[in-house]
């Protein structure tokens, strides 16, 4: 029986050519890690330090509108907030507060609080409690 020659990978390449003529399209350094968690993909560092998008802007525009829309919904209607004068970080505080006190899911996008089902009034109180001087509008 023969004995066997156990060879590194190393080794292998070097008595091959190198790299075969592969090319390696990963960046040189680039390591994955668990260590940050998410990451922002314009500078880098770890979202909870990211300064790029400060989130600090106002993103409605003071005048806040309450409705009811069903488009695209498959005939469930959904109550729409617009125009909260309030940062991206207030307005995911205030969506929650509302789900909660109406017992409903939500969501907010592009700077507009969805909270499921009609909810007209009880949010229109809600915000009227919280010193926006909000309205129903639309039918």
Do not use: H, W
Not at 33 to 39: A, D, M, V
Not at 45 to 70: N, Q, W
Not at 111 to 117: F, L, M, N, P, S
């Amino acid at each position: 029986m023969a004995k066997q020659k156990f060879v590194s990978l190393a080794e292998l390449k070097k008595s091959m050519g190198g790299s075969n003529g592969v090319e390696s399209t990963s960046a040189p350094g680039a390591v994955y890690s668990t260590e940050l968690g998410k990451t922002c993909p314009v500078c880098g560092k770890a979202i909870s330090e990211c300064s790029c998008s400060s989130g600090d802007e106002i993103l409605g525009d003071g005048k806040v509108r309450i409705s009811r829309e069903t488009k695209g919904r498959k005939g469930k209607g959904v109550t729409l907030i617009k125009g909260l004068p309030l940062t991206g970080k207030q307005l995911n505080d205030l969506c929650k507060k509302l789900k909660q006190r109406c017992g409903v899911g939500g969501v907010v996008k592009d700077a507009v609080i969805e909270i499921q089902g009609d909810q007209r009034d009880t949010v229109l109180a809600i915000l009227l409690e919280q010193g926006f001087d909000a309205k129903k509008s639309g039918g």
